[in-house]
């Protein structure tokens, strides 16, 4: 027994949110590379579920942002852009399990739970990234309304 862990009885279920299993459970220590790679790849559904709503969700605010007053901006977003960034964000994910299996090549298995978290802060900053467009779009609008209020 851990310091962080719980004595439990055979018959205690442990109850997780579907967050906490997707993060964190079950127990990284695949066995075969295969393993890895079924690993991440079971996760690349609802990564790329995440990153695209929240591309969405960026799409949305900078149009929002841009019709406010005080003179709207227009622009349109080239869907060539958006596309490449799909496919980038999945060739960035592509590199986690490549990674994985390098580390492990050199230092074993013993450094097993690195993938997990390379995972997970991966994961935040993908969708980080494409939040970011909010703020700037926020930023924007305020320099506009200091400027029409000058």
Known sequence: MTKYSMPRRPSEEVSVTAVTRYFFTP??????AWSVVHWWEARRPLFNVSVGGAGLLSVGALYG???????????GMPF???VVYAVLANVGFTLGPAVDLLIRRRW???YAAVGQ???RYGYAFSVGLTL???????ISWGIR???ALR
């Not at 127990?27 to 075969?32: A, D, E, N, Q, V």
């Not at 942002?65 to 622009?75: E, R």
């Open 80 to 82: 060539g852009a958006v």
């Open 27 to 32: 127990l990284y220590t695949p066995g075969s």
């Open 132 to 138: 970011l467009p909010i703020p700037l779009a926020v």
């Open 145 to 147: 309304l200091l400027i």
């Open 108 to 110: 074993g298995n013993r």
């Open 65 to 75: 942002f841009a019709a406010l007053p005080p003179h709207p901006a227009h622009f």
């Open 117 to 119: 978290a390379m995972f």
